[in-house]
């Protein structure tokens, strides 16, 4: 879903795309965190190399979180971003930059389709990036994008409602996409 449609998105403009790349495994080293990941089969959502860093590889962990859960009630939306961001940097950050040498990039979403701030960031950069590969409007790019990713996140939200129903998942081939026609004929006011 957000994972998928994210990948398809760097497949566009960075090399060695993967989703739920295994990490590399512990061999000694002592985490900072005791909530850090250190089973050897830990996994995040997606890599990708040459995102933030030419020749790096960026990994990234993909959390939606309800923000009218009992746990977030008494917080405001801002701070709540921050904890889930903070939890998913103190379970892969330390790891992914030293063990496997690349960056982490928490990507935190609301049900409601609110990102959080490194969230936002990270979107901002992958439509730049899209931006000067294809040659098209910022604002067709981002629309574009933006409405990929809340459509991802009525479906999730409507599968924890209706609970599974197995179909085989689609994947939208993007790389001849005119992203102008595609909003216009849409109907997305930029």
Same mark, same amino acid.
């Given at each position: 879903? *957000? ?9 566009? *403009? +960075? ?8 990490? #590399? ?8 965190? %005791? ?12 890599? =990708? %190399?040459?995102?933030?860093? !030419? ?15 009992? +746990?977030?009630?008494?917080?405001? #939306?801002?701070?709540?971003?921050? %904890? ?33 701030? &490194?969230? &936002? ?5 992958? =439509? ?5 590969? &294809? ?5 067709? *790019?981002?629309?574009?994008?933006? +409405? ?6 009525? !479906?999730?939200?409507? #599968? ?7 179909? =085989? ?5 993007? =790389? ?6 595609? *909003? ?7």
């Amino acid at each position: 879903m *957000v994972r998928d449609v994210t990948a398809s998105m760097l497949r566009e *403009v +960075c090399r060695d795309v993967s989703t739920e790349p295994t990490l #590399l495994p512990l061999d000694g080293e002592h985490m900072r965190y %005791r909530t850090a990941n250190t089973t050897n089969e830990a996994r995040v959502d997606i890599s =990708a %190399r040459g995102f933030w860093t !030419r020749g790096q590889r960026a990994f990234m962990d993909i959390r939606i979180f309800d923000p009218m859960a009992a +746990c977030h009630r008494e917080i405001s #939306l801002e701070t709540a971003h921050q %904890r889930n961001e903070q939890e998913k940097i103190r379970a892969y950050g330390e790891r992914i930059q030293h063990v496997d040498q690349g960056s982490f990039t928490p990507l935190v979403f609301t049900t409601s389709v609110g990102m959080g701030p &490194k969230a &936002k960031c990270f979107y901002s950069r992958l =439509a730049d990036v899209m931006v000067e590969k &294809k040659h098209q409007p910022r604002s067709h *790019v981002v629309a574009w994008m933006r +409405c990929h990713l809340s459509f991802s996140l009525l !479906r999730f939200a409507l #599968l924890c409602l209706r609970g599974t129903r197995y179909s =085989a998942p689609t994947t939208t081939d993007i =790389a001849g996409l005119d992203y102008q026609a595609t *909003v216009v004929e849409s109907g997305i006011i930029v």
